[in-house]
């Protein structure tokens, strides 16, 4: 019986230390990376495209190395990882995640400008619905004026320009439109709106044709002319200020409802 025991005890310690190795393996397996390997996985899967696979490397420190120097890091590259994969909303989040637990990081004005492109990039024609260049531009606005001495200041400017266009555009589309269906009224106020809201874009100066053009044919000859002058001076080489011109001074005895229809007739 003794040696019995004896036997069991063996057949028994062999099992604990299986178990306890078997545990150790696991427990080797789960943090077997440090952080500076993890990120130099993540790093490499960004430059081969695998764009999940860098992610997951960068939450693997995040999630067992938060402590980590280059914990912060790890977040600054998975949320441009998930740019790089047209996953927007997944990066806009991390962004503002990190902005909360880092204000004062030097990566801060990187992150406000990753942001900001990554509504930039979703922007549509001007046919469609403008909220993601509205917040677009209030993102890109925010780095300038946040970080204006920054690397990414200039870039930023120039994408608020081009998202300003698309912004003065869609108000052209909508008030042509209007125009088309003889909605005079109502397509002067989106032109007024180019003006006065997107003065520094490129559908200024048919803005102020087609505003030429309707208050002439309402018999507003006195305003039309102003806006001429307005065309004139502003964009005197300009091809809208020569079809202004000419209208205004070439059709000076046509009937107010045969310039209308003409000049409907001439958008599309």
């Given amino acids: 019986m003794k040696k019995f025991n004896k036997h069991l005890l063996t057949i028994s310690l062999i099992a604990f230390l299986s178990a306890c190795n078997s545990s150790k393996k696991d427990v080797d397996n789960k943090v077997s990376h440090n952080p500076s390997e993890l990120y130099s996985e993540g790093n490499l899967a960004i430059r081969e495209s695998k764009y999940k696979s860098a992610i997951k490397s960068f939450e693997t420190i995040?999630?067992?190395?938060?402590?980590?120097?280059?914990?912060?890091?790890?977040?600054?590259?998975?949320?441009?990882?998930?740019?790089?994969?047209?996953?927007?909303?997944?990066?806009?989040?991390?962004?503002?995640?990190?902005?909360?637990?880092?204000?004062?990081?030097?990566?801060?004005?990187?992150?406000?400008?990753?942001?900001?492109?990554?509504?930039?990039?979703?922007?549509?024609?001007?046919?469609?619905?403008?909220?993601?260049?509205?917040?677009?531009?209030?993102?890109?606005?925010?780095?300038?004026?946040?970080?204006?001495?920054?690397?990414?200041?200039?870039?930023?400017?120039?994408?608020?320009?081009?998202?300003?266009n698309q912004l003065a555009g869609k108000e052209m589309n909508i008030g042509l439109s209007y125009l088309h269906k003889g909605n005079l009224i109502a397509a002067l106020n989106r032109f007024k709106v180019v003006v006065s809201e997107y003065d520094t874009t490129i559908f200024v100066p048919e803005a102020l044709y087609r505003m030429t053009e309707i208050y002439y044919s309402l018999g507003a000859i006195d305003q039309a002319k102003n806006y001429v002058s307005v065309l004139g001076y502003n964009y005197p080489n300009n091809k809208w200020f020569s079809k202004a011109y000419n209208l205004v001074e070439s059709d000076i005895n046509e009937p107010q409802t045969s310039i209308t229809k003409r000049i409907i007739s001439k958008i599309w």
């Fill in 62 to 164: 995040e999630r067992e190395h938060p402590a980590s120097p280059l914990a912060p890091e790890a977040t600054v590259k998975k949320a441009y990882s998930f740019y790089l994969n047209d996953e927007f909303d997944d990066a806009i989040f991390t962004v503002e995640d990190f902005l909360k637990q880092y204000p004062s990081h030097h990566s801060v004005a990187y992150m406000y400008y990753l942001k900001a492109l990554c509504y930039y990039d979703q922007i549509v024609d001007i046919g469609r619905d403008q909220q993601l260049t509205r917040e677009a531009l209030e993102a890109l606005e925010e780095v300038v004026t946040r970080f204006p001495d920054s690397e990414y200041a200039n870039d930023a400017k120039l994408k608020i320009d081009l998202a300003f």
